[in-house]
């Protein structure tokens, strides 16, 4: 099909933001993406809150290109500004995502399934595609995986690590509702005010007070009048965005376990019987929540939203230690606020700590001139509750994304690329380092 300098798999927040650093850092770029637009859970799933952690003055943001798509979506009066964050209108960032791409002049490809890769020894040097012009090749000298689940780094050789699917993270099938009288709902949400703890009721999950969107009693009245089944599926949501229009526009509400999101069967199974759930969902919403009792079904996410599966074991696995305690490394590719959300963990990072992001967790073991971002990055089950944040992910594409172009430039391979010039260019597209 191509050939190209960079080329990155996957268009999410962490596959766009590699491609947009590595074209800004002047590599030819393509990006492949599997669905029909870039964005990634953002636009699939119908997740517009990058950034929801930003509710305290105290946190402190890596920058760069995570929060340009905050600034695009605000500038275009495409999103509504809660606390100190942007819930970004997720339809309209599908139009926001072309056009950052081909103002950078990056080569998109929609449509597009990535089957194989291209082996030379033990360097990569393309994938193999499906889509409905058949199968082709795509041959580059740098290859990005931003997949979300580490395919392109598997199949290339790379150890990997992924946890039986009871262990994993839930997945999700998301929904918004129109017909909502947005006031009535907003009295009521402020009269039962909830806080991040309230999530522990079923999940396990421990700290903080910070306030919260969450949303509980609609679901448990149904389920104890036996609307919805008791089984081990979580109905309790966290909403965003609502609309003068009468819309809350998305409600992650469905929480399904024992998923293996590598497995078909399982990405099946979760999305029919997810649908199943949102339908009950919506129902009690109707019944138990004031606001909701016009409500209807307005949109279901187009994909799963998927928390956890494969990670690569890279130069350097981050650690709950690293995320917990302000870990500080010399090939800091960006920084993370201390914001931990999963694997019964919830910490919202309201005084100011944070930690660096290392570029020993994109750069995977045994295959050379690959890199990874997003939320496959090398870790433990701890770190892996904040590296899999959307804006988390953004720092690891950046990352790979200049690394890629730097490496290319300076005629090295990526584990032997110069990180004080990664750094200095970084620096450069607006991502603060330390």
């Known amino acids: 099909m191509a050939e190209t300098d960079v080329l990155v798999i996957g268009g999410g927040p962490g596959g766009m933001s590699a491609a947009l650093a590595a074209a800004r850092t002047g590599a030819e770029t393509m990006l492949v993406e599997r669905y ?30 995570g929060v340009e798509f905050e600034q695009r979506a605000k500038a275009m009066g495409a999103s509504l500004s809660i606390f100190l964050y942007e819930v970004v209108d997720t339809e309209v960032f599908k139009f926001i995502a072309d056009q950052m791409i081909q103002a950078a002049g990056i080569i998109p490809v929609l449509h597009c399934m990535t089957v194989d890769v291209i082996m030379e020894g033990s360097t990569i ?17 740098r290859v990005i995986d931003a997949t979300g689940d580490a395919d392109i780094a598997y199949r290339a050789g790379v150890p990997c690590l992924m946890d039986p699917k ?17 006031d009535k709902f ?22 903080s007070g910070e306030f919260s969107t969450f949303l509980l009693e609609p679901f448990k009245k149904a389920r104890e009048a ?30 399904m376990p024992d998923i293996d999101p590598t497995d078909v069967r399982d ?8 649908r199943q759930y949102v339908m009950w969902a919506v129902e009690a919403l109707k019944k138990y929540t004031p ?4 409500a209807r079904l307005r949109t279901m996410g187009a994909s799963l939203g998927v928390r956890e599966s494969r990670k690569i074991e890279g130069a350097y696995n981050i650690t709950e230690d690293d995320v917990l305690h302000q870990a500080k490394f010399d090939d800091s590719i960006g920084i993370f606020p201390e914001f931990l959300d999963g694997n019964h963990i919830a910490v919202m990072p309201s005084t100011g700590r944070y930690f660096q992001v290392p570029y020993g967790i994109i750069l995977p073991q045994k295959v050379e001139n690959l890199l990874v971002a997003g939320r496959c990055v090398a870790g433990d089950k701890v770190s892996h509750a904040a590296t899999r944040q959307m804006m988390c992910c953004t720092v690891t594409g950046q990352g790979a994304g200049v690394a890629a172009a730097v490496s290319l430039k300076d005629n090295v391979p990526c584990s032997r690329v110069n990180i004080a010039e990664v750094q200095k260019v970084l620096k450069k597209q607006g991502v603060r380092i330390a």
């Open 291 to 294: 606001g909701f009792e016009k």
């Open 166 to 182: 009871n262990k994993l993270e839930e997945v999700s099938v998301n929904f918004g509702c129109s017909g909502v009288d947005i």
């Open 36 to 65: 029909g637009c870039f964005g990634g859970v953002i636009t699939q799933s119908m997740i517009g809150t990058l950034a929801w952690y930003r509710s305290n003055a105290c946190t402190v943001d890596a920058g760069g290109i």
């Open 186 to 207: 907003l009295n009521y949400t402020l009269s039962k005010p909830s806080s991040i703890a309230d999530w522990g009721e079923d999940s396990g999950e421990k700290e």
């Open 125 to 141: 040097k393309g994938v193999v595609t499906e889509s409905k012009s058949g199968r082709q090749a795509i041959l580059a000298k």
């Open 267 to 274: 990405l099946t199974k979760a999305e029919i019987e997810g």
């Open 226 to 255: 036996g609307e919805i089944p008791d089984t081990s599926t979580r109905v309790q949501s966290y909403w965003g965005n609502f609309t003068d229009a009468g819309e809350v526009t998305s409600l992650n509400a469905i929480h």
